[in-house]
C-alpha cells in the first residue's frame, strides 16, 4: 500500500516537470495606443578628403661618443659708454692744477642752507696748467665758474669747481663741467678771508631794551600796592601815582617787546666770510676732462666778432687773448 503511494507522488512529480519544461506558446502582441514612429532614413556618408602625405623627418644623427669640452673666458665687461674716458689730445687728467685770479668779490655764508646753497665765483686762467710729467696744457684766460660757501670754524671760504669755458683758435666755444676746489695762497683747501659776524650788535641792542623793560616794570611796582585776601592777591595803585604807575607798565612791555624782536633778528643772522676779489689762487682738478668732448655741440662762433673788434681798436686786441686753447 505504501508502495503504491510513493509511485503516485514520484509519477505526479514527472508529470509537473514536463510541464514546465515544454516551451511556452508565443503571447500574441497587443495593440499600441502611440502613432507609429516615421521610418529610420539611413545616414549620408561623407566623402573623405584626400590628405597629403607628409615627408617624414630626416632621422636624427647618433652622437658620437666622447667627452664634451668648452671654455669659460674671464675677461672683463665692456666699460658703459659714459664711463670710457676720452685720453685723445686734448683731456686734462686728474691732479691737474693752474693758476687763476678771482675777477669778484665772495661773502660766502656760514650758517643754515649755506653748503646746499651756496655762493658763486668767477676765476680767469692766468697761465697754463701744469700735466703730471711736466707736460703743460693751454687754457690761459680761460673763465671757471666756483660755487663758494664759508666754514666759520677755520675762518675759510671753500669752493668747488663748476664749469670751465675757453674759445678755441677756430673761434667755437667750449663749455666742459668739471671738479674740483680752490686752493689758497698758504697751499689749503680754501680761501682764507675775514669773519664779519653782526649778531653782537643785535645781541647789544636786546641787553639794552631789557634792561629798559625791567627798569619801567620796576617803577610800575613801586606805585603800586598788593593785598592778599581769600579771593586771591590783587594790586592797585597809590593815591596820586597812577600816571606814574601807567608810564612804567607801557615802558615796560613796550621794551620787552623790543628785547623779543632783537632776540629773533639775532637768531636768523649768521656770520659770512669775506674775500676780496684780485687775490689770486690756484685751482685743482679733482677728476679728468676734455675739451673736445662738446666742439660738435657748439655751434656759435666768435671769429666774426673779434675781427670786427680788430679792425676797429686796430693792433690792441690781440687774437691770442681770445684763442687760449690749442690741444
Known amino acids: 500500500m505504501q508502495m503504491q503511494q510513493m509511485n503516485d507522488v514520484i509519477k505526479g512529480l514527472k508529470e509537473q ?18 502613432p507609429p514612429l516615421p521610418p529610420l532614413v539611413p545616414p549620408q556618408q561623407v566623402q573623405a578628403t584626400a590628405v597629403p ?10 652622437p658620437e661618443p666622447g667627452i664634451a669640452s668648452f671654455e669659460v673666458s674671464q675677461a672683463p665687461t665692456a666699460p658703459k659708454a659714459e664711463e670710457v674716458q676720452d685720453t685723445k689730445m686734448g683731456y686734462i687728467p686728474a691732479g691737474t692744477f693752474v693758476r687763476v685770479a678771482l675777477l669778484g668779490g665772495l ?26 710729467n711736466r707736460y703743460r696744457f ?29 674759445i678755441r683758435n677756430d673761434g667755437t666755444a667750449v663749455d666742459v663741467n668739471v671738479k674740483g676746489y680752490v686752493v689758497g695762497e698758504d697751499g689749503k683747501a680754501g680761501m682764507r678771508g675775514r669773519l664779519i659776524s653782526k649778531q653782537g650788535q643785535v645781541l647789544a641792542n636786546a641787553l639794552l631794551a631789557g634792561i629798559g ?15 592778599v585776601s581769600a579771593l586771591g592777591s590783587t594790586s592797585t595803585a597809590n593815591t596820586g601815582q597812577q600816571i606814574q604807575n601807567g608810564v612804567g607798565a607801557g615802558v615796560g612791555k613796550a621794551l620787552d617787546r623790543l628785547s623779543q624782536y632783537y632776540i ?28 673736445e668732448t662738446n666742439q660738435q655741440e657748439q655751434t656759435g662762433t666768435y671769429s666774426d666778432l673779434w675781427k670786427r673788434a680788430k679792425s676797429v681798436m686796430g693792433d690792441s686786441v690781440p687774437l691770442n687773448d681770445a684763442n687760449p686753447v690749442n690741444p
Open 17 to 34: 516537470m514536463a510541464n514546465m519544461e515544454a516551451p511556452k506558446p508565443a503571447a500574441t502582441p497587443a495593440e499600441s495606443l502611440l
Open 53 to 62: 602625405e607628409i615627408e617624414p623627418l630626416p632621422p636624427v644623427p647618433a
Open 107 to 132: 661773502d660766502a655764508p656760514t650758517g643754515g642752507q649755506a653748503q646746499n646753497n651756496p655762493h658763486p665765483i668767477l676765476m680767469r686762467a692766468q697761465d697754463n696748467a701744469f700735466l703730471p
Open 138 to 166: 693751454e687754457i690761459k684766460e680761460c673763465f671757471l665758474l666756483a660755487s663758494a660757501y664759508g666754514d666759520i670754524s677755520s675762518e675759510r671760504a671753500i669752493a668747488r669747481l663748476e664749469n670751465i669755458s675757453c
Open 213 to 227: 623793560s625791567g627798569i619801567g616794570q620796576a617803577f610800575q611796582a613801586g606805585t603800586t600796592t598788593q593785598s
Open 264 to 291: 629773533g633778528l639775532a637768531e636768523k643772522l649768521f656770520p659770512i666770510i669775506e674775500v676780496d676779489a684780485g687775490r689770486t689762487v690756484e685751482v685743482v682738478f679733482t677728476k679728468g676732462f676734455s675739451l
